[in-house]
């Protein structure tokens, strides 16, 4: 299995410009998280999904963020617009039986000037 | 507010000393899960405990959970270069919760 896919690893782009990630999840499961991670923060949750369901987005910053799940095995997360605050790494999850042993991609590093 | 605390944040030893990580809350956790992360990378589960006091071993790593449930110390035994990497605790606070993440502590083993 070729693991959990994201894309693009990394993003540079302007203020006020639309960001999608993207993120396959491993075949299977059936849960699937959206994390950010920086140096202040660390790792924080901020939205999770369940059989293609949103269950919690308490984590989502604000409106200018949002997370869709089209189908069972692909989710994205747009950030419009975006703004330098959100540079930061985003990372997805998946697992099956929710929510143990997570897996997740190796990232997308974004950079917003 | 970060529910797990884990400490020393930053830790540099030489190869072949023995560190411990402790995680630490004031709220009691169903599970306890260990992290480990490389850089440019996600992390990795290393280990799942799930019984107050339980004891798991992995090769050099010993994680251990506290009896109240509340902390868990990781123990590594003759560090090795390869042990470098962001350790992270995260707790499930009730059967099928969401996890919750620590602080982290960077691990630096120097050859």
């Known amino acids: 299995d070729a693991g959990v896919i994201q894309s693009p690893r990394h993003e540079v782009t302007e203020m006020g410009q639309e960001v999608t990630l993207r993120c396959k999840l491993i075949s299977g499961h059936n849960s699937l998280f959206w994390y950010r991670q920086t140096m202040m923060r660390g790792l924080e949750l901020l939205i999770y999904f369940n059989n293609n369901v949103p269950i919690d987005d308490s984590g989502m910053p604000e409106d200018r963020f949002s997370a869709k799940m089209p189908n069972a095995s692909f989710s994205t997360l747009k950030i419009q617009p975006s703004e330098p605050r959100d540079s930061a790494v985003y990372f997805c999850?998946?697992?099956?039986?929710?929510?143990?042993?997570?897996?997740f991609g190796a990232g997308t590093r974004l950079s917003v000037l | 507010t970060q529910l797990l605390k884990q400490s020393p944040q930053f830790l540099s030893i030489q190869e072949g000393e023995n560190l411990t990580v402790y995680c630490n809350s004031s709220?009691?956790?169903?599970?306890l899960q260990w992290y480990r992360q490389e850089p440019g990378e996600g992390p990795v589960l290393l280990v799942t405990?799930?019984?107050?006091?339980e004891v798991k071993k992995l090769k050099r790593l010993t994680f251990q959970f506290g009896d109240a449930r509340k902390d868990s110390s990781l123990h590594i035994t003759a560090a090795q270069p390869g042990d470098t990497g962001l350790y992270l605790c995260?707790?499930?606070?009730?059967?099928?919760?969401?996890?919750?993440f620590g602080t982290g502590t960077r691990l630096a083993v120097r050859p």
């Open positions: 999850a998946s697992s099956f039986s929710f929510p143990y042993i997570q897996y």
């Open positions: 709220s009691v956790f169903s599970s």
């Open positions: 995260a707790g499930e606070k009730s059967s099928g919760d969401k996890l919750t």
């Open positions: 405990v799930v019984t107050g006091g």
